[in-house]
């Protein structure tokens, strides 16, 4: 056993306290996105580390139950994502806004972006979680189509648990990973 690591025990009620404290820091989007892209030198006990974050250049092109949907400022007109992706959209905005029950949260801080340049599967900035319909399309679409959502809300679930740990630690360190769990 490594007794460099450390361990720390919490409490449930302070794990409830940490978790609530992530859930009060969503928040709606208003606007567009520019998220310049970045590299983080993240230091832990083991040798250092590059943290890249893609930027995001994204714009507002309408709603969907009660949710903003996102593309690229450089994408073919927002039309055409409701025209061709409608039912897969509704089905992605199903999936995320069960989840979002699970935490208590409103529709309103969760967000899609369909961008199919990006590598990012989700993002938060500052407090509103934005979720890659493209990487939803890729792996979880067809099964949720039949109604075997039960690969979709496992990805999903710890992709949103993923973002609401960034309300709490912002870069990808050892810290941020148990945030939440």
Known sequence: MNNDIQQSTLTPGELQNT???AIDACRSNLGGINNQAMVQIVKENQPSYC?????????????SQEVKIYVPINAVTSTNLFQTHSAQLNRFLNVLKRLAEVFQLA??????????????????SKGALFFNLKFFLKSHDDECEIGNTGNAMTYWFLTFCHELAHNIIFVH???HEVSIF
Do not use: M, R, W
């Open 19 to 21: 978790l609530q404290s």
């Open 173 to 175: 360190n050892s810290k």
């Open 51 to 63: 943290d890249i974050i893609p930027g995001h250049l994204l714009y507002y092109v309408g709603t």
């Open 107 to 124: 529709s309103e801080v969760i967000h899609i972006f369909y961008d199919t340049n990006s590598s990012s599967v989700a993002f938060n």
